[in-house]
């Protein structure tokens, strides 16, 4: 197959479809994930987080996502190349 017959395939396929991707990073939340280490082990790790501030609660953690997937886009999206 010619290659600028699969450029303007791929300039077609782009200029049918628009996506929007969002990523958002929650942190440390207390999860139950430390439960699969040892139990002395888990239970330093989750006092240090705490006491160092750096273990968020689930419903704080989970602002992050949520804010994310319900904002409005920052800006438009920039018009498609066909070259």
Do not use: H
Request: hydrophobic share 45%.
């Amino acid at each position: 197959m010619p290659k600028n017959l699969e450029q303007r395939k791929f300039t077609i396929i782009q200029s049918l479809y628009c996506f929007l991707i969002r990523a958002a990073d929650p942190g440390i939340v207390d999860t139950r994930i430390l439960r699969e280490l040892p139990a002395w082990l888990s239970t330093c790790v989750t006092i240090v987080l705490r006491l160092s501030f750096l273990m968020k609660s689930p419903s704080s953690g989970c602002k992050a996502v949520v804010d994310a997937a319900l904002s409005s886009p920052v800006s438009k999206f920039p018009p498609l190349l066909s070259k």
